[in-house]
């Protein structure tokens, strides 16, 4: 497998993890979102991945971007360990808090969005994650365990791990969100999210390495 992936892209940080956790070896092609005016607006990338987006993984003689796609698709192939709970009503939920990220809180404070903010990009990003996150703390009181939703890890907590990175990157306040700062701390301790961790990629500038 081939991953197309930048170092600080949480959408990318999720099928990291995903691979780290299914044991799945794979070749790293870092995409610099920044340089040469984004490296995602290439002819190359372009034919590779239209939206103009990381992550894209090539596996199994197909090409797939868009990460919870991504990672039902290695849940499907590769089913151990097990990101879908096995209860509908758990796995619900799963998809739930994942959607909820990836669509309702990550997209909003997104590269390409905080480009059009200009100089308010900092203050957007801070509302747009606080909204996310005063639902979300709101719906982990319901569900979680350990993690996300009880006391395995799931689809739910690879979202989670990079968007709480986001938060503390636009230096969002945590202190009225116990839940998540809980989980997000238990969820770092696993190694699979260590080496997966934006501070530990080939592609990480010297400054900002673990």
């Known amino acids: 497998p081939i991953l197309y992936s930048y170092f600080r892209s949480s959408c990318s940080w999720r099928v990291r993890i995903a691979l780290a956790l299914k044991g799945i070896s794979y070749d790293l092609v870092p995409v610099n979102l920044i340089k040469d005016g984004g490296q995602q ?13 990381v992550p894209a993984l090539k596996i199994d003689g197909i090409t797939l971007s868009q990460s919870l796609a991504i990672i039902n698709y290695l849940e499907e192939t590769h089913p151990n ?3 879908l709970p096995q209860d509908p009503k758990k796995r619900a939920q799963v998809r739930m808090i994942s959607d909820h990220i990836a669509s309702g809180i990550q997209p909003l404070q997104n590269l390409s969005v905080l480009k059009q903010m200009g100089e308010k990009k900092t203050e957007w990003a801070q509302n747009c994650i606080t909204s996310g996150f005063q639902a ?18 799931s689809m739910a907590d690879l979202c989670l791990v990079p968007q709480v990175a986001n938060a503390e990157r636009f230096k969002v306040d945590m202190g009225p969100y116990p839940t998540i700062t809980r989980i997000n701390k238990a969820l770092l301790e696993l190694e699979a999210f260590r080496i997966s961790h934006p501070s530990r990629q080939p592609d990480t500038p010297a400054e900002l390495r673990a």
């Open 41 to 53: 607006f290439s002819a190359e990338f372009k034919a590779l991945n239209p939206m103009q987006q």
């Open 136 to 153: 979300l703390e709101q719906i982990l009181q319901h569900t979680a365990g350990r993690y996300c939703v009880g006391d395995e890890v």
């Open 81 to 83: 360990p097990r990101l």
